[in-house]
Structures are given as C-alpha cells and as structure tokens.
C-alpha cells in the first residue's frame, strides 16, 4: 500500500487550456475526493465518488471542471477553459465506506499545484 | 450548515512546551466526527487525530490530544513537547454526510529552537 497517489505534482498551463489530472486512491477504498486549496486557506470540497458512482458535487465545480472514477480505481479531474481562478492546489484523499468506518480518516495524496499564467 | 472556525492565523511557541491551537464548529447534527490534519510546507495533509461526537474520553494519540468540549462545541488540539518539525500549518475538519470533510482557515505553528 503506497498511499494516495497524484499526477502531476506541478502544471503550469496558459490561461485558455484544457488540463487534466489523475489520483490514485489507497486500493481498498471505495471513497474518493476531491478537495481545491488556495493558497492561505483550508482545502474545500469539489465532489467525491463512491466506487464508479459520483454522489455529490459541489457548487464550487462549474460546468469547466468534470470528474470521472471510470472503473471505480483512479480518478481524473479535468478542467476545460481554464481561467486566472483555477490556480490552486488539487488534493484528492480516500477513505473507506465500510460499516464501522466512521472514525477512519480520510488519507490525502501530495496534490497537484495548477497554475495558470 | 457546518462551520469549522479557527481563530488563530499564526501561533508561535518554545521548543519542548505544550502550545492548544483553537477550534469551534458549528452542527445541527447530534452525531459528528471531528479532526486535525497537519499540513507542511511539502504540502501533504497529514492525519493526526479523530474525536466522534458520542465519544466519552479525549482522544490522543501521542503527543497529540484534543480538548473536546461539546457543550462549547470546540474541539482544540494540545501538541506537548513541541518538536522543531512540528512547525507546519494545522487544520481543524468536521466529516459531514457522505463523508467529506468542511475545513477551518488554519493555523500556521512555528516552533522556537
């Protein structure tokens, strides 16, 4: 068990352009998040899945930003038109579901620091 | 809705004292987790401490031990025989439905050789 995996560490992208990034969660966890931080700020909630179902997002997430968990393994978050804003960093965490698990953390990856020139 | 707040943008102290970085929340849910993440400069959230709402005892896992008051609904972290590589920012998290997590604006620690 490595952990929570993120790539890219750093993008640094021009204002306009599509990126995408991926999270590789703990493998026996069928909960994955996505968290956005800006800088001096705590992370803020963008959507989670459970295995390959996306049960909530958040009004943070515009109609740019999409996520996907395909075969409920990795996750991608992409995000189209990117803009001045989305310069922050994206953390994904994982967690597990499972009855009991209630006082189990959430672990977190090392993030993907985006920014937009 | 819930709020975690965290009134302590900056905290400084001695190496080897004991130093309690404030947390207050605010649910209407009688049963709730709350917990402390630790984040270096790396940028890593690193997990310290979990305390549940129905929980009678204080948690503490090392040096690490929190403070709840649920009549106050605050949740303060105590850190003992603060350490040169505690120096980070720390964040309080209350787990909300479905499991995400509301953060506080944080804490950044320095500790004092």
């Known amino acids: 068990d490595t952990g929570v995996s993120q790539d890219p560490r750093h993008k640094i992208t021009k204002r306009g352009q599509n990126v995408t990034f991926r999270c590789d969660p703990i493998?026996?966890?069928?909960?994955l998040y996505w968290y956005r931080q800006t800088l001096g700020q705590g992370p803020e909630f963008l959507t989670y899945?459970?295995?390959?179902?996306?049960?909530?997002k958040s009004r943070l997430l515009s109609d740019r930003f999409s996520a996907e968990r395909p075969k409920g393994s990795f996750s991608t978050l992409e995000i189209q038109r990117t803009e001045q804003g989305d310069s922050a960093m994206y953390l994904c965490?994982?967690?597990?579901?499972?009855?009991?698990?209630?006082?189990?953390?959430?672990?977190f990856g090392d993030g993907t620091r985006l920014s937009i020139l | 809705a819930q709020k975690i707040t965290q009134t302590q943008p900056g905290m400084f102290v001695q190496e080897k004292e004991a130093v309690t970085l404030d947390c207050t929340y605010d649910?209407?849910?009688?049963?709730?987790?709350l917990f402390w993440y630790k984040q270096p400069s790396s940028g890593e959230m690193i997990f310290l401490i979990y305390?549940?709402?129905?929980?009678?005892q204080n948690a503490t896992e090392g040096r690490y031990s929190l403070n709840f008051q649920k009549a106050r609904k605050s949740a303060n972290l105590v850190i003992s025989a603060s350490q040169l590589g505690d120096s980070a920012m720390y964040f309080c998290?209350?787990?909300?439905?479905?499991?995400?997590?509301?953060f506080g604006q944080g804490t950044e620690l320095s500790v004092k050789p």
């Open positions: 649910t209407s849910d009688q049963s709730y987790g």
């Open positions: 493998s026996e966890h069928n909960r």
């Open positions: 998290a209350m787990r909300e439905m479905g499991g995400k997590l509301i």
């Open positions: 305390q549940g709402s129905y929980d009678e």
């Open positions: 899945f459970q295995n390959e179902a996306q049960l909530e």
């Open positions: 965490a994982s967690s597990s579901a499972e009855q009991g698990s209630s006082n189990q953390p959430q672990h």
